[in-house]
């Protein structure tokens, strides 16, 4: 079982900056696969970006194309956290955002932190 906390979200202005950070309980961090998804009101919730775990052969990022050259994910395996550094942010970013863990090669493992909110307002 692996527990996540997320923390950093918060308000600010439209072309402002946030980073979200996701701390992951135990000491298995590095196997799996993290991922930032996001939720606005009134919509189904959509990936937003990717950062691979140690144990896979091809260890990349990825990232979706609305956030694509605005966000970076990266992760600190020393600290079991992983970040979401949000730049240019836009009133289109407001959402709830939420960190997500899964073992790339047992997708039962899957778990889910409870969410942080972003609100990108003037």
């Known amino acids: 079982q692996v527990q996540l906390i997320e923390s950093g979200g918060g308000l600010v202005q439209p072309g402002g900056s946030l980073r979200l950070s996701c701390t992951a309980s135990g000491s298995l961090f590095t196997i799996y696969d993290m991922r930032w998804y996001r939720q606005a009101p009134g919509k189904q919730r959509e990936w937003v970006a990717y950062i691979a775990s140690d144990i896979v052969t091809i260890r990349n990022t990825n990232y979706s194309d609305s956030v694509k050259g605005r966000f970076a994910i990266f992760r600190d395996n020393a600290k079991n956290t992983v970040y979401l550094q949000m730049d240019g942010l836009k009133p289109e970013d407001t959402a709830v955002y939420y960190c997500?863990?899964?073992?790339?090669?047992?997708?039962?493992?899957?778990?889910w932190g409870q969410g942080t909110q972003v609100t990108v307002s003037s």
């Open positions: 997500n863990a899964r073992h790339p090669y047992n997708v039962s493992h899957n778990y």
